[in-house]
């Protein structure tokens, strides 16, 4: 099992900054990939970006440039730093875990974001 705890949410200007934090607990060591995914009011959940245990990152179009997901293996936190914030990234993020050789999934409980224009 893998707990997954999500912070740093809240409200920022249209350009503003934010970062987000995702504390990773319990069977660490089956963790393959860590990832942000985000859902906005009627739409279906993203991929935002994603880190894989050996340090790759993937990131969607949409936040290429502007976002960055990096992790601190000591503390088992992944982070996405949001930069150059847009009205259209509004939504909950959530942090996701795959473990068990990509056999299982794990979800944190989501933390909004919202961006006024």
């Known amino acids: 099992q893998v707990q997954l705890v999500e912070s740093g949410g809240g409200l920022v200007q249209d350009g503003g900054s934010l970062r987000l934090s995702c504390a990773a607990s319990?069977?660490?060591?089956?963790?393959?990939?860590m990832g942000w995914y985000r859902q906005a009011p009627g739409k279906q959940r993203e991929l935002v970006a994603v880190i894989t245990s050996g340090g790759s990152t993937n990131y969607a179009d949409s936040v290429r440039g502007r976002f960055t997901i990096s992790k601190n293996n000591a503390k088992n936190v992944v982070y996405l730093q949001m930069n150059s914030l847009k009205p259209e990234d509004t939504a909950v993020y959530y942090c996701?875990?795959?473990?068990?050789?990509?056999?299982?999934?794990?979800w944190g409980q989501g933390t909004q974001v919202t961006v006024s224009s």
């Open positions: 996701n875990a795959f473990a068990e050789n990509y056999r299982i999934g794990y």
């Open positions: 319990g069977s660490i060591f089956s963790i393959n990939v």
